[in-house]
Nanobody
Framework: QVQLVESGGGLVQPGGSLRLSCTIS????????MAWYRQAPGKQRDYVGV???????HFADAVQGRFTISRDTVKNTMYLQMNNLNPDDTGIYYC?????????WGQGTQVTVSS
């Protein structure tokens, strides 16, 4: 059983930084990709970025140059480093993993950017 748990969210001022973690339990050998999405209040869930099996990353235009994704294979954890945050980055952040043709999601962690 694959399970994902996000953590690291919170309240941060504009211009600040946060690092989110996505800890994965269960065997994921042979996974396809891991990704981050976010959902602002009253809006649909939007793509943030993805990391593939060899560490290649891609980001949405809205976060390009401010966010980075990394992965610790020993800890089975993916990270989302978010810098220069602005109020438009507010939302619930979700991680997912594509594994054996199934997409698994975490429960989300709230990020609020406000002064």
């Amino acid at each position: 059983q694959v399970q994902l748990v996000e953590s690291g969210g919170g309240l941060v001022q504009p211009g600040g930084s946060l690092r989110l973690s996505c800890t994965i339990s269960g065997s994921i050998h042979g996974f396809t990709s891991m990704a981050w999405y976010r959902q602002a209040p009253g809006k649909q869930r939007d793509y943030v970025g993805v990391i593939d099996t060899i560490g290649g990353t891609h980001f949405a235009d809205a976060v390009q140059g401010r966010f980075t994704i990394s992965r610790d294979t020993v800890k089975n954890t993916m990270y989302l480093q978010m810098n220069n945050l602005n109020p438009d980055d507010t939302g619930i952040y979700y991680c997912n993993i594509a594994f054996n043709s199934v997409l698994y999601w975490g429960q989300g962690t709230q990020v609020t950017v406000s002064s």
